[in-house]
């Protein structure tokens, strides 16, 4: 049984025993784990924590302003660093899904690095969850948050990591959350990966690609909000498919919908969506995005599937 009040007063403790005074920024893009991870230090250690938010041009729509919003109202001071550009450079021409983790990897914590030099600071805390680590040890998925269980010494982009809740699944993270008394849009909030929509564009990653499945990103969500589903989300392919638009002929964009259920994302399965909810979702992503002729609706489990396509 997972003991919520020990686990936040032995994390407080150690998270001051760690520091030792000194002042720490936390990476966080806005998510469940991130955010806990930030606010669990900002209790430990106030006035000395910065959370960073670095706007990689992959975030969802409202995104930015939302992390933003959030850690003001939190009373977390925040430093947000625009790093779109960087990004892009660093994804460019990478097509490959275990190559396009590991540059936005290194993009991330080189970033941190800069960060961190500029305000003088040793550590940096992230929200890595045990999911995380098992999938990336396995060899899955490279997960962008996990550097010292694979080998990497952080100490070389020049900081040292804290995961104060590197041994929690995720319904404890949320516990530990709720229990804090972060509000619900941040405790129950839909999980979303760290390097963002670099996993939802398949292949190689540009900003116009982005802006698309930003868009249809947008749709799923405000169609499936009622469903509590744990992640509702859009893919866009890499290849394309033949349409019409106005009576012509358009070799367009495919987009997949992916909605699923699952407790702490080790399993999940595939969710049995209303079909009207479904045809509502695919006639506004393919009548709002001009470039879209043809939605998907994937229907598999993981396993044999991962929750997202890479
Ligand atoms: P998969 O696709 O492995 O995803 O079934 C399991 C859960 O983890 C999220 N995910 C990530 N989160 N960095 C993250 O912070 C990553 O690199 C990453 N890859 C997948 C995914 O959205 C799901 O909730």
Redesign the pocket.
Known sequence: MFETKKFIENALEEIRNTVCGKKVISACSG?V?STVATFLVHKAVGEKLTAVFIDDGLRREGEPEFVVKTLKNLGIKSKFIDARKGFFAALKGKTDAEEK?KAFREKFYKTLGEVSKELKIEFIVQGTIK??VI?TVKG??????VLEQIGIDSQMYGYKIIEPLKELFKPEVRKVGRELGLPKEISERM?????ALS?RVLGEVTPEKVAIVRKATEIVEAETGELKTF?NFAVLHNDKATGIKNGNRVYGNIITVRIVDSED?VT?KATQVPYQTLMKISERITGEIPSVVRCLYDITD?PPS???FE
């Open positions: 998510g784990d983790r999911a995380d999938e899955i998925k490279s997960q962008h948050n999980p979303f990966p760290g390097p996993l992640q994302a999940a993981k991962t929750i997202e």
